[in-house]
């Protein structure tokens, strides 16, 4: 029944398509499909031979910003789902200039200024440029913001774009002109790369994330359209440091059940050290694949601070109704991970209550104080997400041209009550930092504490020190900074309403929460190779995790040291280890002890 529901909505796009021109009110879905293939053979279209700067950008000390950096602009293609990206702009607009491209401007305008959808909305921090386009999906024809000395030298970087789309491909160069910042491309050999925004996260200090689509468009094949760009991946590696500055770039396997392979469609980059990651019921959809995914990235990468990366997971709902289901079900692909930063609001989509609490209380609890805004998006005649696509792939973002970065590790929670709690963060601005301070509390009623921060080094790193505090307090603190030029900026961003947090926990205090064992059931078990042993505690503590042998002698020290409240994955590598039978032993800081046996082949 799916089937055929999908292939009559291509049937009418390609009605659509053959009596209008190719930009007009109605976009493809994400995935080249076969009335777009018809469309194209039947009518040709014109590839950009060039555009922009296609060399790599002359500066010394490049860097791509991440998505919860500082947002000058918002953009998006008017087309196809005007309610949704009218609830877009009326969230984006009070934190920035919303800048959309629209093929016939008075509509878009008239749209926005009625009634319809949420009422009337005034044109301020609205920017509408006339501009031809093919298609909604402007996250991955639209151009990346890189800067060129670190946090100074502004530019846009965009990739050869992976579809037959040509209007959409030039919608960088338009938005560059718009805003006056130059462009670079990879465009020409031999730095020509394929790549699609949807497929691209960044860290902001050099690391960024893809699955390997990246990979196999570049691999010198070719599709019904056009020939792939022919690169090793260390060639693809060094083009994107060439115009990324990036040094780190994880690639992991695709998903079998998403057919665009974008990572935005199942994990986001919340910060430095936190990843949001879709979850699937046991064995279902993707949820195997993603699993695997984040072991891998676990236990070869780590943050820009050398520490594990935190992994909050996130429901993905199935589609409602008849025909519905999980991906593997030929249902839907749905996804929160689809989300957009506009600076203190993030942008949200939704598909129905059961689901959406869960959701938003996720986002809450890991994003204090930003607004979550959700939009529906499987609703009122508007299920964009039937065509694999969401809020993230609908819009894109423009850095500011002068951030100001407080980057900061959060601290753990804690046993000590004697010792104060030193917070260190980076910080940095073109006009370099005249001030920094520490803000710290022990509520959340507006009465905050001040300390100055003190310079650490030269490398941009402050410091500044919470006083130590008894046992069962819960202290909350954010940095705020003062450029040279005047520029103030904080982070957590929405501070003081946004806030870090930690625990000074009597180690002593619910005991009882360990009755079941913190230790779970490590896998693959016979272990061969990379084996992960998953740690779910309900408290913060110190662990030391040891591999034994039959004679209860210590093999190896798999880990020691402070774990937060939350599921952890350790690792331990089985080559290592002769044959035979073991014993994993985890003991806690207040002396809590649980085994697990466990087999090496």
Same mark, same amino acid.
């Given at each position: 029944?799916?089937?055929?529901?999908?292939?009559?909505?291509?049937?009418?796009?390609?009605?659509?398509?053959?009596?209008?021109?190719?930009?007009?009110?109605?976009?493809?879905?994400?995935?080249?499909?076969?009335?777009?293939?018809?469309?194209?053979?039947?009518?040709?279209?014109?590839?950009?031979?060039?555009?922009?700067?296609?060399?790599?950008?002359?500066?010394?000390?490049?860097?791509?910003?991440?998505?919860?950096?500082?947002?000058?602009?918002?953009?998006?293609?008017?087309?196809?789902?005007?309610?949704?990206?009218?609830?877009?702009?009326?969230?984006?607009?009070?934190?920035?200039?919303?800048?959309?491209?629209?093929?016939?401007?008075?509509?878009?305008?008239?749209?926005?200024? /009625?009634?319809?959808? !949420?009422? &009337?909305?005034?044109? =301020?921090?609205? +920017?509408?440029?006339?501009?031809?386009?093919? @298609?909604? #999906?402007?996250?991955?024809?639209?151009?990346?913001?890189?800067?060129?000395?670190?946090?100074?030298?502004?530019?846009?970087?965009?990739?050869?774009?992976?579809?037959?789309?040509?209007?959409?491909?030039?919608?960088?160069?338009?938005?560059?002109?718009?805003?006056?910042?130059?462009?670079?491309?990879?465009?020409?050999?031999?730095?020509?790369?394929?790549?699609?925004?949807?497929?691209?996260? /960044?860290?902001?200090? !050099?690391? &960024?994330?893809?699955? =390997?689509?990246? +990979?196999?468009?570049?691999?010198?094949?070719? @599709?019904? #359209?056009?020939?792939?760009?022919?690169?090793?991946?260390?060639?693809?590696?060094?083009?994107?440091?060439?115009?990324?500055?990036?040094?780190?770039?994880?690639?992991?396997?695709?998903?079998?059940?998403?057919?665009?392979?974008?990572?935005?469609?199942?994990?986001?980059?919340?910060?430095?050290?936190?990843?949001?990651?879709?979850?699937?019921?046991?064995?279902?959809?993707?949820?195997?694949?993603?699993?695997?995914?984040?072991?891998?990235?676990?236990?070869?990468?780590?943050?820009?601070?050398?520490?594990?990366?935190?992994?909050?997971?996130?429901?993905?709902?199935?589609?409602?109704?008849?025909?519905?289901?999980?991906?593997?079900?030929?249902?839907?692909?749905?996804?929160?991970?689809?989300?957009?930063?506009?600076?203190?609001?993030?942008?949200?989509?939704?598909?129905?209550?059961?689901?959406?609490?869960?959701?938003?209380?996720?986002?809450?609890?890991?994003?204090?104080?930003?607004?979550?805004?959700?939009?529906?998006?499987?609703?009122?005649?508007?299920?964009?997400?039937?065509?694999?696509?969401?809020?993230?792939?609908?819009?894109?973002?423009?850095?500011?041209?002068?951030?100001?970065?407080?980057?900061?590790?959060?601290?753990?929670?804690?046993?000590?009550?004697?010792?104060?709690?030193?917070?260190?963060?980076?910080?940095?601005?073109?006009?370099?930092?005249?001030?920094?301070?520490?803000?710290?509390?022990?509520?959340?009623?507006?009465?905050?504490?001040?300390?100055?921060?003190?310079?650490?080094?030269?490398?941009?790193?402050?410091?500044?020190?919470?006083?130590?505090?008894?046992?069962?307090?819960?202290?909350?603190?954010?940095?705020?900074?003062?450029?040279?030029?005047?520029?103030?900026?904080?982070?957590?961003?929405?501070?003081?309403?946004?806030?870090?947090?930690?625990?000074?926990?009597?180690?002593?205090?619910?005991?009882?929460?360990?009755?079941?064992?913190?230790?779970?059931?490590?896998?693959?078990?016979?272990?061969?190779?990379?084996?992960?042993?998953?740690?779910?505690?309900?408290?913060?503590?110190?662990?030391?995790?040891?591999?034994?042998?039959?004679?209860?002698?210590?093999?190896?020290?798999?880990?020691?040291?402070?774990?937060?409240?939350?599921?952890?994955?350790?690792?331990?590598?089985?080559?290592?280890?002769?044959?035979?039978?073991?014993?994993?032993?985890?003991?806690?800081?207040?002396?809590?002890?649980?085994?697990?046996?466990?087999?090496?082949?």
């Amino acid at each position: 029944m799916k089937l055929t529901i999908q292939q009559l909505l291509l049937s009418i796009f390609a009605l659509f398509f053959s009596v209008l021109s190719p930009a007009q009110h109605i976009t493809w879905p994400h995935e080249l499909g076969r009335a777009e293939r018809q469309y194209v053979e039947r009518n040709g279209f014109e590839p950009l031979q060039s555009r922009g700067i296609e060399t790599p950008p002359p500066f010394d000390s490049l860097r791509t910003a991440a998505e919860w950096e500082e947002v000058e602009a918002l953009t998006i293609s008017w087309t196809s789902f005007p309610c949704i990206q009218k609830q877009i702009v009326a969230a984006a607009k009070e934190e920035c200039t919303v800048i959309i491209f629209a093929d016939n401007p008075v509509e878009a305008e008239d749209y926005l200024t /009625s009634a319809i959808c !949420g009422g &009337a909305l005034d044109l =301020e921090n609205i +920017q509408i440029i006339d501009a031809e386009y093919n @298609t909604i #999906w402007i996250r991955d024809y639209g151009a990346n913001t890189v800067y060129g000395s670190w946090n100074d030298d502004r530019i846009l970087v965009d990739w050869l774009y992976n579809r037959p789309r040509p209007e959409d491909d030039a919608i960088p160069d338009v938005l560059g002109e718009a805003m006056g910042i130059d462009l670079y491309s990879t465009t020409a050999e031999p730095t020509n790369l394929m790549n699609t925004g949807g497929n691209w996260m /960044s860290d902001g200090f !050099g690391t &960024a994330f893809a699955s =390997e689509l990246v +990979q196999e468009e570049n691999d010198g094949g070719s @599709t019904w #359209w056009t020939d792939f760009p022919d690169h090793t991946e260390d060639e693809i590696n060094q083009i994107i440091s060439d115009f990324h500055g990036v040094d780190t770039y994880i690639k992991m396997p695709n998903l079998p059940f998403d057919g665009i392979h974008h990572i935005d469609m199942h994990m986001k980059l919340l910060d430095e050290s936190t990843l949001l990651v879709a979850e699937y019921p046991e064995g279902v959809a993707d949820g195997p694949q993603i699993n695997a995914n984040m072991e891998y990235v676990l236990s070869n990468y780590t943050t820009r601070w050398g520490t594990p990366f935190d992994v909050i997971r996130i429901p993905s709902p199935p589609e409602q109704g008849a025909g519905g289901g999980y991906p593997d079900q030929n249902g839907w692909y749905l996804t929160y991970t689809n989300s957009v930063f506009v600076n203190n609001t993030v942008l949200l989509p939704t598909y129905y209550t059961e689901y959406d609490t869960t959701a938003i209380h996720i986002y809450e609890e890991a994003l204090p104080g930003y607004e979550i805004v959700g939009i529906d998006c499987d609703n009122n005649g508007s299920a964009i997400i039937s065509l694999s696509g969401a809020i993230h792939c609908i819009t894109h973002t423009v850095g500011v041209e002068d951030p100001l970065i407080i980057s900061h590790l959060p601290l753990p929670d804690t046993e000590d009550d004697q010792n104060d709690y030193p917070v260190e963060a980076y910080i940095s601005h073109r006009s370099d930092i005249a001030s920094a301070t520490l803000h710290w509390s022990t509520e959340l009623s507006g009465n905050w504490n001040s300390v100055t921060m003190t310079t650490l080094d030269e490398e941009g790193n402050w410091t500044a020190n919470i006083p130590a505090h008894p046992q069962g307090t819960t202290l909350y603190y954010y940095v705020q900074a003062e450029a040279n030029s005047g520029k103030m900026g904080t982070r957590p961003m929405p501070a003081p309403e946004g806030w870090w947090n930690f625990d000074v926990f009597d180690p002593t205090v619910g005991i009882g929460e360990f009755e079941v064992s913190p230790l779970l059931q490590a896998f693959p078990n016979p272990a061969q190779a990379i084996t992960c042993i998953p740690v779910d505690l309900q408290r913060g503590t110190h662990v030391e995790l040891v591999l034994l042998n039959a004679l209860g002698e210590t093999v190896e020290l798999l880990h020691s040291g402070w774990l937060s409240a939350g599921t952890h994955k350790l690792f331990m590598n089985a080559e290592r280890h002769a044959a035979g039978a073991y014993l994993l032993s985890l003991r806690t800081s207040s002396g809590r002890l649980w085994s697990q046996r466990i087999m090496i082949q």
